[in-house]
């Protein structure tokens, strides 16, 4: 084991893979010569060269479109959207062509694209820099979505989607970048649809994913000192999601708290709510609760900010209050 950044994680997943399969490429806005803003792609230019690793123009819908016409040609692109809040704007390629040309062509071919985006909140970013938008692509059929919290799942996690034939998302909260975790030397990789108990506990569940997981296992670890001992799902993935893990533990400690940083209006708290409510609902002893943004654009006031964002000591408020009602 090594213990490395999170970024340098994502990094061995696509260098590695790279150097296995020569149709692999890599296209955004300055992931060549420049090793990318987070410095994920770092290394990626000088080793396979410029027609490997593009830089791009500042065209969301062209780097996600010229991915579609790679993939669907042969190629395996892996497209960086340096913010996932820029995605909207290419919203057709993603939406009706990424998620559904292999279905509206009969299957007669692949998709083999990834999407890699950076997103959530937590440092300035304000309104139009700081979504936490995967509950959108959740609605979209079509779409394989990741979402790592480790550095050893982000590499897992990509080795996996970088042998997928099918479209996907691959969220990465800008937060994490440069936290640090214990990563294997040798060959491994996560599959998808298999979430992963960070923390067993027999009084309630708490279901989250992401950045927000360093929180939910803060929230934990204070109060198992009190004798509340939390069951913690992380999902890693959410389209699919492993329905089967969060309705096991439901089953188990009679309680769910879901943790996202998206906003809690239709998000992915509430498919998970839905989910216990149909299926558990026979499982549960109290009120379902849920912790998200609130229902508003993402202020640039760092004050502000974290009123508005998911926290520990909302996170803590709320397992309280599942255990009371």
């Known amino acids: 084991m090594r213990n490395i950044l999170f970024t340098d994680a994502i990094n061995e997943a696509l260098s590695e893979e790279m150097r296995k399969n020569p149709d692999i490429i890599v296209m955004g806005e300055d992931v060549g010569f420049a090793g990318g803003v987070r410095n994920v792609t770092k290394g990626l230019y000088a080793e396979f060269g410029e027609m490997r690793v593009r830089d791009t123009p500042i065209s969301e819908?062209?780097?996600?479109?010229?991915?579609?016409?790679?993939?669907?040609?042969?190629?395996?692109?892996?497209?960086?959207?340096?913010?996932?809040?820029?995605?909207?704007?290419?919203?057709?390629?993603v939406f009706n062509k990424m998620a559904k040309w292999r279905y509206m062509h009969g299957g007669s071919m692949t998709m083999p694209m990834i999407l890699r985006t950076a997103c959530g909140g937590g440092f300035g970013g304000a309104a139009e820099h700081s979504q936490s938008l995967e509950a959108l692509f959740m609605h979209?059929?079509?779409?394989?979505?990741?979402?790592?919290?480790?550095?050893?799942e982000a590499k897992g996690l990509l080795k996996t989607a970088l042998n997928d034939d099918n479209p996907i998302i691959f969220f990465e909260h800008r937060l994490l970048y440069k936290t640090r975790g214990d990563v294997p030397e040798g060959e491994y990789s996560i599959p998808f649809g298999k979430a992963d108990i960070k923390r067993t506990g027999k009084d309630v569940t708490v279901v989250s994913y992401g950045y927000q997981m360093l929180s939910v296992l803060a929230a934990a670890e204070k109060l198992s000192k009190e004798g509340i001992e939390v069951e913690v799902v992380d999902l890693r993935t959410l389209c699919p999601l492993d329905k089967n893990a969060i309705l096991e533990s439901v089953a188990k400690t009679g309680r769910l708290v879901?943790?996202?940083?998206?906003?809690?209006?239709?998000?992915?708290?509430?498919?998970?709510?839905?989910?216990?409510?149909?299926?558990?609902?026979?499982?549960?002893?109290?009120?379902?609760k849920r912790v998200a943004a609130l229902d508003i654009p993402i202020p640039y006031s760092p004050p502000m900010e974290k009123y508005v964002l998911p926290n520990e000591e909302k996170i803590t408020k709320a397992i309280r209050e599942a255990l009371e009602g």
């Open 61 to 93: 819908a062209i780097i996600v479109g010229a991915g579609v016409g790679a993939a669907i040609t042969g190629l395996r692109p892996v497209v960086e959207i340096m913010y996932s809040d820029f995605l909207g704007i290419a919203g057709d390629e």
């Open 140 to 152: 979209m059929p079509g779409l394989t979505l990741v979402y790592p919290t480790t550095p050893y």
């Open 258 to 288: 879901v943790v996202e940083e998206g906003h809690k209006t239709v998000g992915v708290g509430a498919e998970i709510a839905a989910l216990a409510a149909e299926e558990a609902i026979y499982y549960l002893e109290g009120p379902i």
